[in-house]
């Protein structure tokens, strides 16, 4: 059973005597962070902080630490703003690109070996993003490293562990169909449930990679 975060309480005393009280105070703080994370998402283009927040506090709770939820989560959105941003850039241009080298290929009058070059390389940086992708918001948020450093780790260890990398992914595309099918589900906490398993998943294969840092 996942124990409620000391540092993240927010009711204290007899509240937490009660087994059944607790387990209610744990779904309110995952459904509060979730509430706070899609609030915080709607004006579209503060998806990637709100998003970096989330992971963040949801390792806090992870290791148990944290000085309150909203705390947690606004310190964690100021703390990864441009990161975030810089991320998200790299990875809509990645796919973009991948988008139009596609659809020159598809449309193109004249299809030589040039535009199936153009069309291999996109793919293949795809690739090499889709893998990243399942670690860096993760490692970012668990190690005060530089950007460069994490793409590089969450690259080696994408590939010295492709079962563990095979199995996020499938998992993150059950969980987005599961929420494009049911979109009311959204406003339960599945999601930030989804990122704490991750986060502590990955941190017990990880934990000697932290210290140097």
């Not at 779904?27 to 915080?40: G, H």
């Amino acid at each position: 059973m996942i124990k409620p975060s000391k540092g993240l309480t927010i009711m204290q005393g007899d509240f937490y005597q009660s087994n059944i009280k607790s387990k209610l105070y744990l779904v309110a703080e995952y459904w509060f962070l979730n509430l706070l994370c899609l609030v915080i998402s709607l004006p579209v283009i503060t998806i990637p902080p709100a998003l970096f927040a989330l992971y963040h506090v949801t390792y806090k709770w992870v290791k148990e630490e944290g000085g309150g939820l909203f705390k947690e989560f606004f310190s964690g959105f100021k703390q990864y703003l441009l990161r975030s941003y810089l991320y998200s850039f790299i990875l809509i241009t990645v796919l973009c690109s991948l988008y139009l080298y596609v659809q020159l290929g598809i449309n193109s009058q004249l299809i030589n070996s040039f535009t199936y070059i153009l069309i291999s390389l996109a793919m293949i940086i795809s690739l090499l993003m889709l893998l990243i992708h399942q670690y860096f918001i993760t490692f970012s948020v668990m190690m005060d490293a530089p950007v460069r450093h994490i793409f590089l780790m969450s690259f080696t260890f994408a590939i010295r562990k492709i079962h563990i990398t095979i199995f996020l992914i499938i998992s993150k595309i059950l969980l987005i169909m599961i929420l494009i099918a049911f979109p009311y589900l959204l406003i339960f906490s599945i999601f930030p449930v989804y990122v704490f398993f991750k986060n502590k998943f990955l941190l017990s294969f990880v934990r000697n990679a932290l210290k140097k840092y």
